[in-house]
């Protein structure tokens, strides 16, 4: 920089270093000359980036606004420019940029230019911001100047006398470029004629001095050439004096510089090792925290979606916990209105209970007077004068049309055979009696008959296996007091038709099912009489359990009124192997059992039996040489007898209390073995005929008969009186009929209650377990949320301490540019 606003003399060595021969830098403005030839002599002078100056006195100045420029901008400051001299205001205006002037219409000849420069714009510097070149003519007149550096800011400085000729053509070019910045100029001025010469240089004679512009030579006198050599001589050792000082003092502010300029640069890099690791940092950070960023998103977004799902649900549930609070509100209403509706429910429920008790109560006695009953009945049957189980009755049939008509004697007699009195004249007039629980008459019809066999039938209903059936000699009326017909039905459709009747009286408390099946034994064959073609194999007995026998593949139909039973006994009786001796015009050949078996269920006590009643209508037991038979019949009589013989060995077994029965002996023993004996009841009847010509027969069948009731199964029992029964037995079905109904009602009742209790109490637990599930629910939100809160806090704790990394590194990179910026003007 120059040496301000004082210093405006002349530095021939700025200039040499400047500008070109002959013209010289001067550091202040224009100062107007009072010589008429100065004036005279200027022929342009252009205000860069101004306007026209006119100043009137004694020294007239005459600038011109801005022209003859191409290209540039305008560059004007309303700062003061010192040391402006006349015209100051032409330094506070300036063209700049990319620029040039050319001056046209010039005469030819010799001209000189002066330079106008102020710094305007880079007033706190630095050196350096602003470095040009000066071209005219194309030949460069100012090199590299600097304004700043040389005056500083705001100072006027020119460059004057820089000479210039101009051809035929008149033009006079002056062109601006920038080294560093762009070049300004604040005045242009060309005047005529070439500058004063200036003695430079001696000649090579050393008598003569040359122009420095032209090199022509200057006649000088000799004392003036030895005065100009001696004081060019001084001033040029001077300068060199200067100079060399200059360039100590310069190499020193080199060496500083040099030293300064290395600390910077070990400064430079230490700083800028620090901002790789602040980049470094920073680069980390950025990362983590783009990461961190990421999994805020994430989470932010998981809760958010979170957040949704929870406020559904937490609607649903409300939505659902309205519903069944309405509902439940609703059935509460239901189940007062219930109780309302019912005033006396209490009082209700008292008497039900109360009547509970006596139903139970009722229960207990029925089935005590149940049990009574069928041991009265016991007693009673046992009460008609026999002490075993096997009861015995004998009828006698009337004489038929043939012995009648013969005229032949009697040999029975009934006077005491209401007492079961038989008597029978043995050899004329010797008589014997035979004692049987009943004796009937020729006269007795089929109702009396039935009427003692009834009671012992019906047992089978109350669980006891029965047999009933019909023995003695051919032709005496086994099947007749059985079967009957159709006028004059016998045992077995007038069992079938009150057991019928008995079960529907007692409908109301017990359920029976009744089957019957038709069996015949012929020729120690069993054969099923109801099947519609025969059996593919034959019919064997089988053992179902202890002592109770089956015939597999039998028809066992299920009857449900008495009207199927005599269909049913009909169709066994047409099937029935029948023959004719000359006993019998249409004897049975085979031994026809009808099996009823009988399931029945108390609807009381919900006890349930199953038993059997065999009613069996046996084949004649006369004897082999009586009926002088031969062939097929001798073999049906050999098997008829050989059965019989075994039913009687069974009858001697079970009197003598023998540990081995032999039922399986024959077909027909075997089949009745759990109906014969044992705990069952059995009644026979022996039929006899009153002819004499018969007494042999029947003497055996009566000592038969004799035999088989003399068989003791059980103690006998004494008769109980049946009054009590009887009045108990008429208030059954009416208490019955009550409990049941009263029973009815109770269970309803109660079932109501039981359900609406239920409804309620479920209502309440659902309830109850929805109100759990929404706290739940509302906990987890709360969590949620809490999770939340700190997550965001922990994002801004985050946002803040990135915040400060870059704050941080952005203040360090501003020192980092301070310092290269500072680094490169030491350099430059
Ligand atoms: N109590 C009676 N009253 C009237 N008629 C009778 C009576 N008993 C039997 N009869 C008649 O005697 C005849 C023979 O009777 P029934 O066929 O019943 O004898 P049975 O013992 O079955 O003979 P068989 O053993 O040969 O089959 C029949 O015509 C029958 O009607």
């Not at 030819?108 to 007033?123: K, R």
């Not at 059965?643 to 209390?657: H, R």
Request: charged share 25%.
């Amino acid at each position: 920089m120059g040496d301000g606003g004082s210093d405006t003399g002349e530095d021939p060595m700025l200039d040499s270093l400047i500008c070109v021969a002959g013209s010289s830098i001067k550091k202040s403005g224009f100062i107007a000359s009072h010589s008429t030839d100065e004036r005279e002599r200027r022929v342009i002078f252009v205000n860069a980036g101004g306007e026209e100056l006119r100043r009137q006195g004694h020294s007239e100045i005459e600038v011109e606004a801005d022209r003859f420029f191409q290209g540039g901008d305008v560059l004007r400051t309303d700062e003061e420019v010192a040391d402006g001299g006349d015209l100051p205001s032409i330094y506070q205006s300036a063209r700049y940029g990319n620029f040039c002037y050319e001056f046209r219409d010039l005469p030819p000849g010799d001209y000189s230019v002066d330079l106008h420069f102020a710094e305007i714009v880079y007033t706190n510097g630095p050196r350096g911001m602003r470095v040009f070149n000066v071209f005219i003519q194309d030949e460069k007149a100012v090199s590299e100047l600097d304004v700043y550096s040389i005056v500083g800011a705001n100072r006027a400085l020119q460059v004057m006398n820089i000479p210039v000729s101009a051809g035929k053509d008149g033009v006079v070019s002056v062109n601006f470029q920038g080294v560093v910045g762009s070049p300004t100029v604040s005045g242009i001025c060309i005047k005529q004629g070439a500058p004063e010469l200036q003695l430079v240089s001696s000649g090579r004679d050393g008598k003569s001095l040359l122009c420095d512009n032209c090199f022509a030579p200057v006649k000088l006198t000799a004392a003036e050439n030895k005065a100009a050599r001696m004081s060019f001589t001084a001033k040029y050792e001077r300068e060199i004096r200067e100079l060399k000082a200059q360039c100590q003092m310069k190499q020193d502010e080199c060496y500083e510089a040099w030293m300064s300029l290395t600390a910077a640069n070990q400064e430079l890099e230490k700083v800028r090792a620090e901002l790789d690791v602040k980049f470094f940092q920073n680069f980390t950070l950025g990362q983590a925290m783009e990461k961190e960023t990421e999994k805020m998103a994430k989470i932010s977004s998981k809760y958010e979606h979170d957040r949704r799902l929870w406020v559904a649900a937490i609607d649903e549930l409300e939505r659902k916990m309205k519903a069944i609070k309405s509902e439940h509100s609703q059935l509460s209403f239901e189940a007062h209105q219930c109780a309302n509706s019912i005033p006396g429910l209490n009082q209700m429920v008292t008497a039900v209970q109360s009547l509970v008790g006596q139903y139970d109560d009722l229960k207990m006695k029925f089935n005590e007077e149940q049990e009574r009953r069928k041991k009265l009945y016991n007693q009673l049957l046992e009460s008609k004068g026999c002490t075993g189980n096997i009861r015995v009755f004998c009828r006698c049939r009337p004489l038929n049309m043939e012995e009648a008509s013969s005229r032949p004697q009697t040999v029975v007699e009934f006077t005491d055979a209401k007492d079961g009195d038989l008597g029978v004249l043995m050899n004329g007039s010797n008589k014997k009696i035979y004692k049987f629980d009943r004796v009937y008459t020729p006269k007795d019809d089929q109702c009396d008959v039935f009427e003692d066999a009834s009671p012992v039938a019906t047992s089978v209903l109350d669980g006891y296996n029965v047999c009933i059936f019909a023995y003695g000699q051919t032709g005496t009326g086994k099947t007749f007091t059985m079967e009957g017909t159709e006028q004059n039905r016998g045992v077995n459709y007038r069992t079938l038709e009150l057991l019928f009747k008995i079960a529907e009286d007692r409908k109301k408390t017990i359920s029976y099912d009744i089957s019957v099946s038709v069996l015949e034994v012929y020729n120690e064959q069993v054969r099923d009489l109801l099947a519609s073609s025969p059996p593919a194999k034959r019919l064997e007995i089988k053992q179902v359990s202890e002592g109770v026998n089956h015939v597999p593949g039998v028809v066992d139909m299920k009857v449900e009124n008495v009207d199927e039973v005599w269909n049913i006994l009909q169709t066994g009786s047409n099937a029935r192997a029948v023959g004719s001796n000359n006993v019998n015009g249409h004897s049975s050949r085979s031994h026809c059992m009808i099996c009823t078996v009988v399931r029945a269920k108390n609807l009381v006590t919900g006890e349930c039996t199953r038993s059997k009643l065999w009613l069996v209508d046996l084949a004649g037991s006369e004897r082999l040489a009586k009926t002088d038979v031969q062939g097929e019949r001798l073999k049906e009589a050999q098997s008829i007898n050989k059965s019989l013989s075994a039913l009687g060995d069974v009858i001697s077994a079970l009197a003598t209390k023998s540990s081995h029965i032999p039922y399986r002996n024959s077909k027909l023993t075997h089949l009745l073995q759990d109906s014969l004996g044992g705990d069952s009841k059995t009644l026979m009847f022996v039929q006899i005929s009153p002819s004499e010509h018969d007494l042999g027969e029947t003497v055996s069948s009566l000592n038969f008969a004799t035999r088989v009731r003399g068989v003791e199964l059980g103690p006998a029992k004494k008769q109980s009186d049946t009054t009590e029964i009887q009045k108990l037995k008429l208030m059954l079905p009416f208490c019955l009929c009550q409990l049941k109904c009263k029973d009815d009602t109770i269970r309803k009742l109660e079932e109501n209650v039981q359900a609406l209790e239920g409804k309620t109490k479920s209502k309440e637990q659902f309830s109850k377990s929805q109100q759990d599930k929404i706290i739940d629910l509302e906990n987890q939100v709360e969590l949620k949320a809490e999770l939340c809160g700190h997550l965001e806090k922990r994002l801004s704790q985050v946002y803040e301490k990135m915040q400060r990394k870059e704050e941080a590194c952005y203040s360090f990179q501003q020192k980092v540019i301070s310092f290269i910026i500072l680094a490169t003007f030491q350099r430059s």
